[in-house]
């Protein structure tokens, strides 16, 4: 059997290294021992989280369907509404309470929130602003009409039970009738658009929804302060709404009673729409003004809707609406409606008339590569909201146009995977749902329409300086505990070209994309934590990744590669050249460089990262016969080096 190139060259080292060279000492901060430590995970698989990465045998989670009736007063805006929440405890614990999100307490002057905006501008508040906002309860019951003890405190409100709700399976019904006043601005998430033709109002945590409670945190209670979003459990949700009957009301479901609510005309061109790849206008500019494209005879109209297998829901309201929509294809051969509902100002200069095209176009693509789309529509609402995500609904910057316009659609409906249907913990992994979406989008975006918005990622070497900033927070901070400033970087792009480099550098798209495949499928409507990502990633792949996980997802650790020395061999070119690369940061990375020799070829040698596991320096054996001009490491710039100007030799 021919003994393997690297082998050989690693044997014949011990005789091949110039004296100088291994005299040579180097200032690296690498440590080995450090950057391998076998002891990454802090705690074993049990029943409930596999430690192969999937849910245990044991695995339970609790669920929250809800009955919801809801009115929207346009002059006051106010909600006022109802829900009725039957709650099943799948735990092995008695629960003695329940604890409700109210997350539009954040907008009251007494809310933490509030409180915590500075004067310096903020996407999450006005520390100059008048408005309070936040929830009137104004009765809470139980399922036989009794009064329920409750007690608020900021954006969480706990409800007493009069005796313990049973464990594996116990059912308790909650009855909550509530208003609150709209913000204008509500943390980026929600609010009004004024607009010529009426106010755009997009509604979102606008109902008291059950926190969830798991076999990690027990209930989790971390309040709502703006950065960190959402984590609720999954059920099933009946929804009316009660708005002004010239308003178009659009939420994240099937809507039930659609000839009550539109027009002859428009329910013709939705079926219509529902049969064509085309965009299909349902209310025209033009017709937006004209009367008659409303039901005539009644001041208000109440729509209804169903939404299943949701951890969330929200709905939009406007008399302002264009609406239009076109068929979304599947995989298995069903349909969904891609629907986009904006005003005459987000019209034209190819802008919002083509929102209905993106959305169509980035579902499809996400249900072939990860999962089929679950719900029957997928609704764009323009707003005063730069990009929120909602299941089957997404609220995007009402002035966006062009590859703006295409790429938050796309983000916002590539969170349908991350977190909408991959439950993860927003509140405190940003990143398990903004890095990995923000990753799936270069993907998406690179396969759109020939690449009509396509924009390579870029030189690494330079993304690293603001990557690997020694300023910044580790990437597995929660996002209330990053600087502002930094959640753009660290929640969103640094972990997306985290997993972008581990795909096509690391592990390969073969290896990588089986096994994000497969821990979507593990977690699909479940609630996954960091491990078992890790996990999942690095079972069904077959490789430790210890090592990256802990140098940019738990630590904010710097990469530097550089040359030392380049020599030939008995000082004879024809023997081959003797190269030595140094590790002179703390995190490790597999070697790939370029050879070029005095007849212009350019030879490419990669070196796995295991040469870093007891090595801060490391010295190979290219078998070159002729002078070497040149060495390049990380030639296509692809990998997170802030400190290039090392990379590279030159023969003098």
Not at 334 to 359: D, F, H, I
Request: charged share 20%; net charge negative.
């Amino acid at each position: 059997m021919k003994q393997p190139l690297l082998v050989g060259l690693i044997c014949a080292m011990a005789w091949v290294i110039p004296h100088e060279v291994k005299s040579q000492q180097t200032n690296s901060k690498y440590s080995y021992t450090e950057a391998f430590d076998p002891f990454f995970y802090t705690k074993n698989g049990n029943p409930y989280r596999s430690a192969s990465g999937q849910p245990g045998p044991a695995y339970w989670q609790n669920t929250a369907d809800y009955k919801i009736s809801a009115r929207l007063n346009e002059q006051a805006h106010e909600i006022t509404g109802s829900i009725t929440v039957e709650y099943t405890n799948n735990s092995p614990d008695e629960l003695d309470f329940v604890w409700f999100q109210l997350d539009q307490n954040m907008f009251s002057q007494q809310g933490r929130g509030q409180q915590i905006v500075p004067l310096t501008n903020s996407r999450y508040g006005d520390s100059m602003s008048d408005f309070d906002g936040g929830y009137a309860i104004n009765s809470v019951q139980l399922g036989n009409g009794t009064a329920a003890k409750h007690l608020i405190n900021d954006t969480r409100m706990q409800v007493f039970l009069p005796e313990p709700l049973a464990a594996d399976g116990g059912k308790t019904t909650i009855r909550i009738k509530y208003a609150y006043t709209v913000p204008m601005h509500g943390a980026d998430r929600t609010g009004i658009l004024e607009t010529q033709n009426g106010n755009i109002f997009a509604i979102a945590q606008w109902f008291p929804r059950v926190a969830v409670y798991d076999d990690v945190l027990g209930w989790n209670v971390q309040p709502y302060t703006g950065p960190g979003e959402f984590y609720l459990e999954y059920g099933n949700y009946e929804v009316d709404i009660t708005a002004p009957a010239n308003h178009i009301v659009v939420l994240g479901g099937e809507l039930l009673n659609p000839e009550e609510v539109y027009t002859p005309t428009q329910l013709e061109r939705l079926e219509r729409a529902r049969q064509s790849d085309k965009t299909v206008l349902i209310r025209s500019a033009e017709e937006v003004i004209k009367p008659d494209s409303r039901p005539q005879g009644k001041q208000e109209l109440t729509w209804k809707f169903r939404l299943e297998k949701a951890h969330d829901v929200a709905w939009a309201s406007s008399a302002a609406f264009i609406l239009d929509a076109a068929k979304i294809n599947l995989e298995s051969g069903k349909t969904a409606l891609a629907m986009s509902a904006y005003p005459v100002e987000s019209n034209g200069g190819n802008a919002w008339e083509r929102s209905t095209e993106y959305t169509k176009a980035s579902i499809e693509f996400y249900s072939k590569m990860l999962m089929e789309y679950p719900y029957p529509v997928a609704v764009n609402v323009a707003a005063d909201v730069g990009g929120m995500e909602y299941p089957a609904i997404v609220f995007c910057g009402y002035k966006a146009k062009g590859a703006s316009l295409w790429g938050v659609t796309d983000h916002e409906f590539g969170h349908i995977w991350f977190p909408m249907i991959v439950g993860s913990n927003e509140r405190l992994h940003a990143w398990m749902d903004e890095g990995f979406n923000t990753f799936i989008n270069t993907l998406s975006t690179e396969a759109f329409n020939g690449g009509e918005y396509n924009r390579p990622m870029g030189d690494a070497n330079r993304l690293a300086l603001i990557y690997t900033r020694p300023d910044l927070e580790p990437i597995m901070s929660t996002p209330q505990s990053m600087q502002e400033r930094n959640i753009g970087t660290l929640a969103y792009r640094k972990p997306g070209y985290g997993l972008t480099l581990l795909r096509n550098e690391i592990l390969g798209p073969e290896r990588f994309d089986r096994a994000f495949k497969t821990y979507l499928q593990y977690w699909a409507y479940k609630h996954p934590t960091p491990d078992d990502f890790f996990r999942t990633i690095e079972n069904v792949a077959g490789e430790n990744l210890n090592w990256f996980w802990r140098g940019w997802f738990q630590h904010n650790w710097r990469f530097d590669q550089g040359i030392r020395e380049v020599a030939y061999l008995d000082g004879n070119p024809a023997n081959g050249v003797i190269i030595t690369i140094d590790n002179l940061e703390k995190m490790p990375m597999p070697v790939v460089l370029d050879i070029t020799t005095q007849n212009g070829e350019t030879h490419r040698v990669k070196l796995p990262v295991e040469i870093w596991e007891r090595n801060t320096s490391w010295t190979f054996r290219y078998p070159s016969t002729e002078a070497v001009v040149a060495v390049q490491l990380d030639p296509d710039k692809v990998y997170p080096d802030h400190n290039p100007a090392n990379n590279r030799w030159q023969a003098k």
